[in-house]
């Protein structure tokens, strides 16, 4: 069974740093592109930023020169650094694959709870 578990959320000041980690386990044959997505109080689940399995990266507007993906595929792990962090990126971040088994299937994470305090 395929499964991405995350890890590196927690509270942090305004304009402090973290770092997420997300890791695939289980049988498969190759991951796609690996996303980070977010969903802050009252809002909808939005993409913060993407990584081909080639490397090219996507990000939103608002986390642009902030957040950077990457991605180490010997570990099948993607990560995401996030510098000078403000109050209104505290959400709940959720890792998302495109995971090739028998068939290629959208995976999600568990979620880590990400809180900026001003």
């Known amino acids: 069974q395929v499964q991405l578990v995350e890890s590196g959320g927690g509270l942090v000041q305004s304009g402090g740093s973290l770092r997420l980690s997300c890791a695939a386990s289980?049988?498969?044959?190759?991951?796609?592109?690996m996303a980070w997505y977010r969903q802050g109080p009252g809002n909808q689940r939005e993409l913060v930023a993407r990584v081909t399995s080639g490397g090219i990266t996507n990000y939103a507007d608002s986390v642009k020169g902030r957040f950077t993906i990457s991605r180490d595929n010997a570990k099948n792990t993607v990560y995401l650094q996030m510098n000078s962090l403000k109050p209104e990126d505290t959400a709940v971040y959720y890792c998302n694959a495109d995971i090739q088994t028998s068939y290629t299937g959208r995976y999600w994470g568990q979620g880590t709870q990400v809180t900026v305090s001003s």
């Open positions: 289980g049988r498969f044959f190759s991951i796609n592109v």
